[in-house]
């Protein structure tokens, strides 16, 4: 959680590990699923950003906030949902100047964007790398009651929440766990039987 908590730690995590992920504290990390995924990749030659758009259209920062960055590569990018992404360690270590202690709120600042956009923003526009889309990172955002029992266990995220729509009751937002072993009221986010589903 390095950048989300503008940790500076977060390039000491670049320095010894392969990979940095970040993940929201209302997620559940389906852990094999992760490896599987990242193991597919060169963390130490590649410059990755994992994760699912959060939006399906390009953000575009103005010239004038580009004119705090004279090397940028672009001007517009893609960012992934903040719930969940994961840097490789040849990513990290470019875009530590940038998000490093103070610099993490200083470019939020120049940016008018929160952490999430901030991160999307210093790696597409201003050092020209693209986010690559994984769908499999699922947040509250989506609606976890249409995922289908078959694809559960291949998720490498997977949250809890609630649809508010105006003038409509609120909806709970939760996965549909086949032949669950705790019940809604007992398991809440449904992370227990979710839990049990993947280690019966």
């Known amino acids: 959680m390095c950048i989300h908590t503008y940790d500076t730690h977060a390039c000491t995590c670049a320095c010894r590990y392969s990979w940095y992920c970040h993940f929201d504290d209302d997620m559940y990390v389906n852990t094999p699923a992760l490896e599987e995924t990242l193991g597919?990749?060169?963390?130490?030659?590649?410059?990755?950003?994992?994760?699912?758009?959060?939006?399906?259209?390009?953000?575009?920062?103005?010239?004038?906030?580009?004119?705090?960055?004279?090397?940028?590569?672009?001007?517009?990018?893609?960012?992934?949902?903040?719930?969940?992404?994961?840097?490789s360690r040849?990513?990290?270590?470019?875009?530590?100047?940038?998000?490093?202690?103070?610099?993490?709120?200083?470019?939020?600042?120049?940016?008018?964007?929160p952490d999430d956009m901030v991160v999307g923003a210093v790696i597409g526009a201003i050092l020209g790398y693209e986010l690559t889309n994984v769908p499999?990172?699922?947040?509250?955002?989506?609606?976890?009651?249409?995922?289908?029992?078959?694809?559960?266990?291949?998720?490498?995220?997977?949250?809890?929440?609630?649809?508010?729509?105006?003038?409509?009751?609120?909806?709970?937002?939760l996965l549909n766990i086949p032949n669950a072993v705790f019940t809604v009221e007992e398991d809440p986010t449904r992370f227990l039987s979710y839990h049990c589903l993947l280690y019966p």
């Open 40 to 87: 597919q990749y060169n963390p130490t030659s590649e410059r990755l950003y994992l994760g699912r758009y959060s939006l399906h259209t390009e953000s575009q920062l103005s010239n004038r906030k580009l004119e705090n960055f004279p090397n940028h590569k672009g001007s517009s990018f893609l960012f992934a949902t903040g719930a969940a992404y994961c840097i």
């Open 90 to 113: 040849a990513l990290m270590m470019e875009i530590e100047p940038y998000v490093r202690g103070e610099n993490m709120v200083k470019n939020g600042d120049i940016f008018g964007y």
């Open 136 to 173: 499999l990172f699922i947040s509250h955002l989506n609606s976890l009651t249409t995922i289908k029992s078959s694809q559960l266990k291949h998720l490498i995220t997977a949250s809890y929440g609630e649809i508010h729509i105006k003038d409509k009751p609120v909806v709970k937002n």
